[in-house]
């Protein structure tokens, strides 16, 4: 039996850290303003900019507050969480004292009368395929079991070095091509179509490109809608327009709205 709302507000990608003050204050006004006039919220991963273990938040006042802040929501709405590529390790005891539930990726969720296969987006990114192989990798039980067993320090030092790694390679790319580093970054139209048919699905919802849109697509004889979702940054005004935004979902149908504060 999948999960069935009549409303909800979808978000992703805020990317929360103490280095962005600005965002992290949208997303707790969010929480206490906007979140508790649907019935449901979904976040679709990538709420932190990285975790490296639910004991490290027991470490950071920043931490601390969001989690507090989102048990407050959870008294009001129902609240679920869907790993991203970022906090793929946010884990059981995390989970259990903000009062969210986990949903696998992909899931199936019915909003309004309708049904929505929901994921971070990630695993979309096919054309990417040396991420594909380190996601396997990182997403094995074991490789994750040993990873937090490492001092805590060393958990840290390896995720920064990852998310370094990460840029320096996406900038050597658009070097030599943005078109094929902007593909390379997205998702394929045969991923698409690939979950949305193993999901019965023909509404497919996700964040991770950062790139929100909405979309009508095919491929052979299959069509479905796309909504993007998008990233949020309030603290970085010379990357382009501040961002934050959510997906409502309701009886009217299915839009964007702007959580910028004007």
């Known amino acids: 039996?999948?999960?069935?709302?009549?409303?909800?507000?979808?978000?992703?990608?805020?990317?929360?850290?103490?280095?962005?003050?600005?965002?992290?204050?949208?997303?707790?006004?969010?929480?206490?303003?906007?979140?508790?006039?649907?019935?449901?919220?979904?976040?679709?991963?990538?709420?932190?900019e990285y975790?490296?273990?639910?004991?490290?938040?027991?470490?950071?006042?920043?931490?601390q507050e969001v989690k507090n802040t989102l048990a407050t929501l959870?008294?009001?709405?129902?609240?679920?969480?869907?790993?991203?590529?970022?906090?793929?390790?946010?884990?059981?005891?995390?989970?259990?004292?903000?009062?969210m539930t986990l949903l696998p990726d992909p899931s199936k969720i019915n909003i309004a009368g309708s049904e929505y296969v929901l994921c971070h987006g990630d695993s979309l990114c096919t054309a990417d395929i040396s991420y594909q192989v380190f996601r396997s990798w990182v997403r094995k039980p074991?490789?994750?079991?040993?990873?937090?067993?490492?001092?805590?320090?060393?958990?840290?030092?390896?995720?920064?070095?990852?998310?370094?790694?990460?840029?320096?390679?996406?900038?050597?790319?658009?070097q030599f091509s943005v078109e094929g580093a902007q593909a390379k970054t997205n998702v394929t139209l045969s991923a698409c179509a690939a979950v949305l048919k193993d999901q019965a699905g023909n509404q497919l919802i996700h964040g991770h490109t950062h790139r929100p849109k909405h979309h009508q697509e095919h491929l052979q004889d299959q069509e479905w809608q796309r909504w993007v979702l998008?990233?949020?940054d309030l603290d970085?005004?010379?990357?382009?327009?501040?961002?934050?935004?959510?997906?409502?979902?309701?009886?009217?149908?299915?839009r964007h709205t702007d959580l910028i504060k004007t």
């Open 1 to 48: 039996m999948i999960p069935q709302h009549a409303s909800a507000l979808l978000i992703s990608d805020l990317h929360l850290t103490p280095s962005m003050p600005l965002t992290a204050q949208r997303f707790f006004d969010f929480c206490e303003k906007d979140a508790p006039k649907v019935e449901t919220v979904l976040i679709l991963g990538d709420l932190f």
């Open 142 to 174: 074991w490789i994750q079991k040993l990873f937090l067993r490492m001092p805590l320090n060393w958990r840290r030092s390896i995720a920064n070095h990852l998310r370094s790694n990460s840029s320096v390679q996406y900038q050597r790319s658009m």
């Open 236 to 254: 970085h005004p010379e990357s382009g327009r501040p961002r934050a935004s959510a997906l409502l979902i309701n009886q009217d149908g299915v």
């Open 230 to 232: 998008s990233d949020w």
């Open 74 to 99: 959870s008294t009001k709405v129902k609240t679920y969480y869907l790993h991203g590529n970022r906090d793929f390790l946010v884990g059981k005891h995390f989970l259990s004292k903000t009062g």
């Open 51 to 63: 975790w490296v273990g639910d004991d490290a938040a027991l470490h950071s006042p920043f931490h």
